[in-house]
């Protein structure tokens, strides 16, 4: 009995013990397959019992520390030159060994969908899937979330995975192809950090003390109180599920539910919308959850029982589509193309009903893409599915009142904040798209942001390279009557003045119909080529395409000077871009290659812009208009879809969208508010 009495004692004291002391534990960054910064000191930080003295052994280093009060500790270790793989040993009561380290240069990769975009939706995904074999190259996708305060720590993540065919098709592609590059030219390992959210706002990458700090902004978020997301999630979700009940009453029940896909459903009730586009944009602000929506079409006796074939674009997020109450196909994720195929027999004479449950997880939702994407074909004539559906939400998410654009620092505070003060070598970033509508405001709020991360980082200004917004028709904009896409790349252009800073001109590569372009690899590459000629200091090589420099006219006739010609100007890519070393451009693609300068307009005192006539000669461009006989003003690629502008210079890397003059454009008087 007492040897029982004393074993009881003693494991009610290791229970107790358990719980009262914390084990050692780094922030979530750290993890097997990590790369850490050379060159600069590297910071390991996490959390343990308060007063527990802390080892950290890396390589040939032992440093120690003892945690203050609150259980933080945080060690900085020597600067390590690039190689691995290495142990990561933290010591405290317990024991954490972090294996396979690499040490080499890190990148933060940030923005909205198009950094998101990953390798197996991008251009010859298969063949680039395949060829992966680049164990040097590792990812960490930071897990999105969202925080009323900064966060200590990031969410819970899959850790950091290596460029091999099993993981790459994950990886965000414009970081890959970069990475892919940068290693390939320096053989040192490359680590990413994916942190990015689709649809999202700059203002919620932007820390408060950043807005508290900002003329422009500071108002705005003196206004902005400190406030409790749930109970205010609780409120917006009460006034959504009013603005539902208005239009179709209450939610869809249950056991109704089943019968939603049934083509003898009685849906003459249902409110209508537009398909395709974004339901956010129409009858459902701010609404994620799913919504069915149906279409009847009337088929003929002779195409009845037929084979057919639907395509519904893309839908966000995933989908599961049904013609008469049959299954015909679903498929989970944003960015892929709905196709699918009707067997035999499913499709009956006279009505014939399309139902598509769709769920959205966050962000966008619904059916989108193009009018020529939204289609119906059996025997071989094709029909058009774009206009009026019928609608119905059946249920929203608990938490989808509230999003990572509902208040500004929301994403900073998640999924920027808990990476710092990890050691990188810099960032890229690709978003603009969410903010066209404030692009003049844009020329504050992206300088902003780019200070911001570099005054909590305390690397100084470190490198920071940024993708121009690409071309597509966001909403016909030209000159005539204004462009918020060509004012937001106005504004990513003017944030150069930043030190160390770069910008890879995408307009020829992009779609314009999709906002999503899926070459990535031309992007990743020109982000590259900024990077080894600014950050690696290889500077004899291009990097830019011709920057508009002066003009002066001559008469009717404007003259054009720009830098960064390299061996001259050109109409249209050099056949040269082929070469391996160079940018692959639009592949899969032929392009038809012409004397003509395209994408110009000049405009005389009246503000009125005429297309030119553009001439390369002598090292300048030439430019005139049959209606200016006096021009004052030009302006290059300035539309939403600039995909006809084809000034290049000898090394195939395309012209920097411009103006000459400062006239006010249609964004100037929108600004942020919440």
């Known amino acids: 009995m007492p040897a029982m009495k004393k074993l009881t004692v003693a494991t009610l004291f290791l229970l107790f013990t358990s719980l009262v002391f914390a084990d050692v534990r780094p922030a979530k960054i750290f993890a097997d397959s990590?790369?850490?910064?050379?060159?600069?000191?590297?910071?390991?930080?996490?959390?343990?019992?308060?007063?527990?003295?802390?080892?950290?052994?890396?390589?040939?280093?032992?440093?120690?520390?003892?945690?203050?009060?609150?259980?933080?500790?945080?060690?900085?270790?020597?600067?390590?030159?690039?190689?691995?793989?290495?142990?990561?040993?933290?010591?405290g009561r317990n024991v954490v060994v972090l294996n396979n380290i690499l040490v080499g240069d890190v990148w933060i990769c940030s923005g909205q969908s198009n950094m998101e975009w990953t390798v197996k939706n991008s251009t010859n995904s298969s063949r680039e899937i395949a060829s992966a074999d680049f164990p040097m190259i590792r990812q960490i996708k930071i897990a999105t979330a969202i925080g009323q305060k900064p966060w200590d720590d990031i969410g819970n993540n899959s850790g950091w995975k290596t460029a091999v065919p099993a993981n790459v098709g994950n990886f965000t592609a414009i970081g890959y192809f970069f990475a892919r590059e940068l290693y390939q030219k320096l053989q040192v390992p490359i680590g990413l950090i994916n942190t990015t959210w689709g649809g999202t706002d700059i203002e919620t990458w932007i820390s408060r003390e950043g807005f508290e700090n900002s003329g422009e902004f500071k108002e705005m978020v003196s206004k902005v109180s400190l406030l409790n997301l749930d109970s205010l999630s609780a409120i917006q979700k009460k006034s959504m599920l009013s603005r539902i009940q208005k239009l179709q009453g209450a939610l869809v029940e249950g056991a109704v539910?089943?019968?939603?896909?049934?083509?003898?459903?009685?849906?003459?009730?249902?409110p209508h919308m537009r398909v395709p586009g974004l339901w956010e944009q129409q009858s459902l602000p701010e609404v994620d959850g799913i919504v069915w929506f149906r279409k009847t079409l009337i088929i003929s006796a002779a195409d009845a029982g037929r084979p057919a074939d639907i395509s519904l674009g893309m839908?966000?997020?995933?989908?599961?589509?049904?013609?008469?109450?049959?299954?015909?196909?679903?498929?989970?994720?944003?960015?892929?193309?709905?196709?699918?195929?009707?067997?035999?027999?499913?499709?009956?004479?006279?009505?014939?009903?399309?139902?598509?449950?769709?769920?959205?997880?966050?962000?966008?939702?619904?059916?989108?893409?193009?009018?020529?994407?939204?289609?119906?074909?059996?025997?071989?004539?094709?029909?058009?599915?774009a206009g009026e559906w019928l609608f119905q939400v059946e249920s929203i998410l608990s938490n989808a009142a509230i999003g990572p654009n509902s208040y500004p620092t929301l994403l900073y505070n998640a999924m920027?904040?808990?990476?710092?003060?990890?050691?990188?070598?810099?960032?890229?970033?690709?978003?603009?798209?969410?903010?066209?509508?404030?692009?003049?405001?844009?020329?504050?709020?992206?300088?902003?942001?780019?200070?911001?991360?570099?005054?909590?980082?305390?690397?100084?200004?470190?490198?920071?390279?940024?993708?121009?917004?690409?071309?597509?028709?966001?909403?016909?904009?030209?000159?005539?009557?204004?462009?918020?896409?060509?004012?937001?790349?106005?504004?990513?252009?003017?944030?150069?003045?930043?030190?160390?800073?770069?910008m890879a001109v995408t307009t020829d590569i992009g779609e314009a119909k999709d906002i999503h372009p899926k070459n990535k690899l031309d992007v990743g590459k020109r982000l590259a080529a900024a990077a080894l000629y600014n950050a690696y200091g290889r500077t004899n090589t291009i990097y830019s395409g011709p920057v508009y420099q002066s003009m002066k006219t001559e008469g009717s006739k404007v003259i054009l000077s720009f830098s960064h010609t390299a061996k001259g100007l050109h109409a249209n890519r050099p056949y040269q871009m082929n070469h391996t070393d160079l940018p692959a451009f639009n592949i899969g693609k032929?392009?038809?290659?012409?004397?003509?300068?395209?994408?110009?307009?000049v405009a005389g005192a009246d503000r009125k812009f005429y297309t030119a006539e553009a001439k390369i000669e002598n090292g300048h461009l030439v430019l005139s208009a049959a209606n200016v006989a006096a021009p004052v003003a030009v302006r290059y690629a300035w539309a939403d879809d600039a995909g006809n502008a084809n000034l290049f210079n000898s090394e195939g890397f395309p012209a920097v969208p411009f103006r000459t003059?400062?006239?006010?454009?249609?964004?100037?008087?929108?600004?942020?508010?919440k």
């Open 590 to 601: 032929t392009e038809e290659l012409t004397s003509a300068v395209n994408g110009f307009e």
């Open 34 to 91: 990590m790369v850490l910064q050379r060159g600069i000191s590297i910071p390991v930080w996490g959390w343990a019992d308060k007063n527990e003295k802390i080892t950290v052994q890396f390589n040939k280093q032992n440093k120690s520390v003892t945690t203050g009060n609150d259980g933080k500790w945080r060690i900085n270790l020597d600067a390590e030159k690039e190689g691995g793989p290495y142990q990561l040993i933290i010591k």
């Open 257 to 270: 539910i089943p019968q939603l896909k049934e083509p003898s459903f009685n849906d003459s009730h249902w």
């Open 661 to 673: 003059d400062q006239w006010k454009g249609i964004t100037e008087a929108t600004k942020y508010r």
């Open 416 to 502: 920027i904040h808990p990476l710092i003060p990890f050691a990188i070598k810099g960032a890229l970033w690709y978003q603009g798209e969410n903010n066209a509508g404030r692009a003049y405001q844009y020329r504050t709020a992206f300088p902003l942001m780019i200070t911001d991360w570099r005054k909590h980082w305390a690397q100084g200004n470190f490198p920071f390279y940024f993708v121009q917004l690409a071309s597509f028709n966001a909403g016909n904009g030209n000159s005539e009557k204004g462009s918020t896409w060509a004012e937001l790349r106005e504004a990513q252009t003017m944030t150069l003045s930043l030190p160390n800073t770069g």
């Open 315 to 385: 839908i966000d997020d995933n989908d599961e589509t049904y013609l008469n109450g049959v299954r015909i196909g679903g498929t989970k994720g944003y960015n892929s193309k709905r196709m699918y195929h009707i067997p035999a027999g499913v499709v009956k004479e006279g009505k014939n009903v399309i139902a598509v449950r769709v769920e959205d997880t966050g962000g966008g939702g619904g059916i989108y893409g193009d009018d020529s994407d939204i289609t119906f074909t059996i025997n071989d004539q094709k029909q058009s599915l």
